[in-house]
């Protein structure tokens, strides 16, 4: 599984407001009050003027001089726009040697990072904090930074990291925070050599007088923290699927239970409700599927299945009113892969499956290749992840994020490996090797840690509580049963999970919670949902809701967000992400089929790689693609057809529209990449970090190495990179951003 390009939609970093001057570039002539400034050579040459409120100085920087525009500001100004169009970039990029360079406009903001120092002698620049904790009832915050540090004779900076403490008092109204006694407790310069005294000059260096620090900005930090520090470790089922291996073309078709048959009105036929897949069985038992492009025949409902020579009348009317009815999938849109692979080579071998079922399949007989400085080998002819230990001889298999180990890739009998309790080789595979990429899922390797921070990250929005309705619709009247180990009831028959909790009920739909005083509505947007909600076991159908909360609420809006957890990927107790609970939950079945989440069937894969990091998603022409749960009946047919990374899916944006404001998404993350992958961060092991084209690097010094600092790094980066974009939620809640990121596959 080769991850495809990374889509980022990140947490937001807090702003420790250092009485510093914010110039990321060089000092040119300081403007004066009302001082016409050159012109620009973009544009059409027009001037400004220097704002009369003493913004300039303290908010930008130095006036700019005339050929300044092109490299620093991108554009020239008009009259009048310095305060609103052209402060510094907020993140500026920094270059190789760790130092800032000069950026686009970008999103401005007067809280710009890194932060110029200086004292006589040294200069250096401070980067963005990175909060270790808010002690909110003792009003003390802890954080941490990067620095740099150069003296008048030095030829390069020296890098390190200073910790800091600050008394906080909190203004609601203004949605500040105020900082006083910022104190600088200790310092790390592990590639210093020149002696000197690193903690009286950071001391001297950094001011410890009153400043300030957005409200919100800090809350969201703490959102972001807290995420991670109650990442759940879930105890997930691992029972062995009925693994099904072809060394030629195949495909799955899931079937959720043993088949149930509804009736086609207007034809002899009856149709298999309980799967996403058209299939048919007439009164003399025998099964018909319609795939792609052709009808196949089978004695029973696993097969074998073979064509159909000529197709009755009755099965293209019950093919016709199925379509209709959006409750099948045909996997016949153009350009899929299976119609391709129709169109271009043989048609599949159909494995259809009643029981949890994964395929694994290779192109012929598996070839098999060493795996560098292991004992491992690999089968490089297949888009699977199927290794071979050589000194057992046994086959190893990655499926929905868990391990599963054979004799035979054929035969079986089929065993759960734990990630912790893997051969000691699996740590070894190179991470720039082809197969580097199941790293994420073998327990206590740098990127097992990050896949889970990654996947402890939100995606939040924004709601407006008048314009987002909900309607709650059953098979039936509403019929509920209770949830295990709480005092709280679900609904068995609705398409919305809804949870009956005393007298009121509660429907999460598209990540949004709403409540209500009936199970049929009228329903509203909530502000809130019982604590217990959260105590959901994975024993029950809907503990994916779980991973959907509500952060805070005005009176016009509430701030919402979820984890990847709410479609599936799960940190598990062996330490590593996993796809599905592994439960095997009861589907309702009356006049519809309403579908459970599965855990096999569905092509999902998990994977990390250098560049990107950790992703996941599902294979394209998945039967299986969830028609579950988080967005509601009917997505998958919009999305079949095509390999589909989670992180590309718009949940708030494609259900809500207007009535939802989403955090950053995909596209906007790409064009900050390179600042991203070079900006500072200061490891709790006292090194300063960057994120490189290779992966994490420490600097020691002349040079930069690799080398990895912890999970935590993972989540500093995430939130430094959507920083310029931070949005306020009135009434002083955490900002917006959050989010997880999605990977592709080896084909």
Same mark, same amino acid.
């Given at each position: 599984?080769?991850?495809?390009?990374?889509?980022?939609?990140?947490?937001v970093?807090?702003?420790?407001?250092i009485?510093?001057?914010p110039?990321?570039h060089?000092?040119?002539?300081?403007?004066e009050?009302g001082?016409?400034?050159?012109?620009g050579?973009?544009?059409?040459?027009?001037t400004?003027?220097?704002?009369a409120?003493?913004?300039?100085?303290?908010?930008?920087g130095s006036?700019?001089?005339?050929?300044?525009w092109?490299?620093?500001?991108?554009?020239?100004p008009?009259?009048?726009?310095?305060?609103?169009?052209?402060?510094?970039d907020?993140d500026?990029?920094?270059?190789?040697d760790?130092q800032?360079?000069?950026g686009?406009?970008?999103?401005?903001?007067?809280?710009?990072?890194?932060r110029?120092?200086?004292?006589k002698?040294?200069?250096g620049?401070?980067?963005?904090p990175?909060?270790?904790?808010w002690?909110q009832?003792?009003n003390?915050?802890?954080a941490r930074?990067a620095?740099?540090?150069?003296?008048?004779?030095a030829?390069?900076?020296?890098?390190?990291?200073?910790?800091?403490?600050?008394h906080?008092q909190v203004?609601?109204?203004?949605?500040?925070?105020?900082?006083t006694?910022?104190q600088v407790?200790?310092?790390?310069?592990?590639?210093?050599?020149d002696?000197?005294d690193?903690?009286?000059?950071?001391r001297?260096?950094?001011?410890?007088?009153?400043?300030?620090?957005?409200l919100a900005?800090?809350?969201?930090?703490l959102?972001t923290?807290?995420?991670?520090?109650?990442?759940r470790?879930?105890?997930?089922?691992?029972?062995p699927p009925r693994v099904?291996?072809?060394?030629?073309?195949a495909?799955?078709?899931?079937?959720?239970?043993?088949?149930?048959?509804?009736?086609?009105?207007?034809?002899?036929?009856?149709?298999v409700?309980?799967t996403?897949?058209?299939?048919l069985?007439?009164?003399?038992?025998?099964?018909?599927?319609?795939?792609?492009d052709?009808w196949l025949?089978?004695?029973?409902?696993?097969?074998?299945w073979s064509a159909?020579?000529?197709p009755?009348?009755?099965?293209?009317?019950?093919?016709?009113?199925?379509v209709a009815s959006k409750?099948?999938?045909?996997?016949?849109?153009?350009?899929?892969?299976?119609?391709?692979e129709?169109?271009?080579?043989?048609?599949?071998?159909?494995?259809v499956?009643t029981?949890?079922a994964?395929?694994?399949?290779t192109?012929?007989d598996?070839?098999?290749?060493p795996v560098?400085?292991?004992r491992?080998?690999?089968?490089?002819n297949?888009?699977?992840?199927?290794?071979?230990d050589?000194a057992?001889q046994?086959?190893y298999v990655?499926?929905?994020?868990?391990w599963?180990?054979?004799?035979?890739?054929?035969?079986?009998?089929w065993?759960?490996v734990a990630?912790?309790?893997?051969?000691p080789?699996?740590?070894?595979?190179?991470?720039?090797?082809v197969a580097g990429?199941?790293?994420?899922?073998?327990?206590?390797?740098?990127?097992?840690?990050?896949?889970?921070?990654?996947?402890?990250?939100p995606?939040?929005?924004?709601?407006?509580?008048?314009?987002?309705t909900l309607?709650v619709?059953y098979d039936?009247e509403?019929?509920?049963?209770?949830?295990?180990?709480?005092?709280?009831?679900?609904?068995?028959?609705?398409?919305?999970p809804?949870?009956?909790?005393?007298?009121?009920?509660y429907?999460?739909?598209?990540?949004?919670?709403?409540?209500s005083?009936s199970?049929?509505?009228?329903w509203?947007v909530?502000?809130?949902?019982?604590?217990?909600?959260?105590?959901?076991?994975?024993?029950t159908?809907l503990?994916y809701?779980?991973y959907?909360?509500?952060?805070?609420?005005t009176?016009?809006?509430?701030?919402v967000g979820?984890?990847p957890?709410?479609?599936?990927?799960?940190?598990?107790?062996?330490?590593?992400?996993v796809?599905?609970?592994?439960?095997?939950?009861?589907?309702?079945?009356g006049s519809?089929?309403i579908?459970a989440?599965l855990?096999y069937g569905?092509g999902?894969?998990?994977?990390?790689?250098?560049?990107?990091?950790f992703?996941?998603?599902?294979?394209s022409?998945?039967?299986?693609?969830?028609w579950?749960?988080?967005v509601?009946?009917g997505?998958?047919?919009a999305?079949?057809?095509?390999?589909?990374n989670v992180a590309?899916?718009?949940?708030?944006?494609?259900?809500?529209?207007n009535?939802?404001?989403?955090?950053?998404?995909?596209?906007?993350?790409d064009a900050?990449?390179? @600042?991203?992958?070079?900006?500072l +961060?200061? !490891?709790?092991? *006292?090194?300063?970090?960057?994120? /490189?084209? =290779?992966?994490?690097?420490?600097?020691?010094?002349?040079?930069?190495r690799?080398?990895?600092?912890?999970?935590?790094?993972?989540r500093?980066?995430?939130s430094?990179?959507s920083?310029?974009?931070? @949005?306020?939620?009135?009434?002083? +809640?955490? !900002?917006f951003? *959050?989010?997880?990121?999605?990977? /592709?596959? =080896?084909r």
């Open positions: 599984m080769r991850l495809g390009r990374l889509r980022l939609v990140l947490s970093a807090f702003v420790l407001t009485a510093c001057a110039q990321a060089a000092d040119p002539e300081m403007a009050e001082q016409q400034l050159a012109p050579p973009d544009a059409d040459g027009s400004g003027t220097a704002p409120d003493d913004g300039w100085t303290n908010k930008y006036a700019p001089d005339a050929n300044s092109t490299n620093k500001y991108a554009t020239a008009e009259a009048g726009s310095w305060k609103d169009k052209y402060r510094v907020p500026s990029p920094v270059g190789s760790g800032p360079v000069s686009g406009g970008g999103a401005p903001t007067a809280h710009a990072w890194p110029r120092l200086g004292i002698g040294y200069t620049y401070l980067y963005a990175q909060l270790e904790s002690d009832t003792q003390q915050l802890q930074a620095v740099s540090v150069q003296s008048a004779d030829a390069t900076p020296t890098y390190g990291v200073v910790w800091l403490t600050a906080t203004d609601e109204a203004s949605g500040q925070v105020a900082l006694d910022v407790t200790k310092v790390s310069f592990p590639s210093a050599s002696g000197a690193y903690l009286a000059l950071m001297a260096m950094i001011p410890g007088g009153a400043q300030t620090v957005s900005r800090l809350q969201t930090e959102t923290t807290h995420e991670l520090a109650r990442t470790k879930t105890a997930v089922r691992n029972d099904i291996f072809s060394s030629t073309r495909m799955l078709i899931p079937v959720n239970g043993e088949p149930v048959l509804r009736p086609m009105q207007g034809t002899s036929l009856s149709r409700i309980n996403r897949a058209l299939i069985r007439d009164q003399a038992g025998t099964y018909y599927l319609y795939i792609i052709r025949q089978a004695p029973a409902i696993e097969g074998p159909v020579q000529t009755t009348d009755d099965m293209e009317a019950a093919k016709t009113a199925a409750q099948v999938d045909l996997a016949d849109q153009a350009g899929s892969q299976a119609r391709m129709v169109d271009f080579g043989s048609f599949p071998t159909i494995y499956s029981t949890r994964a395929l694994i399949q192109q012929g598996p070839r098999l290749e560098e400085g292991t491992l080998q690999f089968v490089t297949t888009f699977d992840n199927i290794f071979l050589t057992t046994d086959y990655l499926i929905s994020g868990r599963f180990r054979s004799p035979s890739l054929a035969n079986g009998p065993s759960y990630a912790n309790a893997l051969p080789d699996f740590a070894k595979i190179p991470a720039d090797h990429d199941v790293l994420s899922s073998v327990a206590g390797t740098p990127q097992a840690e990050t896949a889970l921070v990654d996947n402890s990250m995606r939040t929005a924004t709601v407006n509580r008048q314009q987002a309607t619709v039936g509403p019929r509920f049963q209770p949830i295990e180990g709480t005092a709280l009831r679900y609904a068995v028959n609705a398409w919305t809804v949870i009956a909790s005393g007298d009121s009920y429907a999460v739909d598209n990540g949004v919670w709403f409540q005083g199970p049929s509505g009228p509203v909530a502000t809130s949902v019982p604590d217990e909600i959260y105590a959901i076991p994975p024993s159908p503990y809701v779980t959907a909360s509500i952060y805070g609420s009176d016009d809006e509430v701030f979820y984890t957890g709410y479609f599936g990927a799960i940190a598990s107790a062996d330490g590593v992400v796809y599905g609970t592994g439960w095997d939950y009861a589907p309702w079945i519809y089929w579908g989440p855990t569905l999902a894969a998990l994977g990390w790689n250098p560049v990107d990091g992703g996941w998603g599902f294979a022409d998945a039967w299986g693609i969830p579950w749960g988080p509601g009946w997505w998958a047919g999305l079949n057809g095509r390999t589909w590309d899916y718009d949940l708030y944006g494609r259900r809500w529209a009535a939802v404001r989403a955090g950053d998404w995909a596209g906007e993350a900050r990449l390179a @600042g991203w992958r070079s900006a +961060y200061a !490891g709790a092991d *006292g090194r300063v970090y960057r994120r /490189g084209e =290779r992966g994490w690097e420490y600097n020691a010094g002349a040079d930069w690799r080398g990895y600092g912890g999970a935590g790094l993972e500093d980066a995430m430094r990179l920083f310029s974009r931070v @949005g306020g939620f009135a009434g002083g +809640y955490r !900002g951003a *959050g989010g997880y990121r999605g990977g /592709g596959f =080896r």
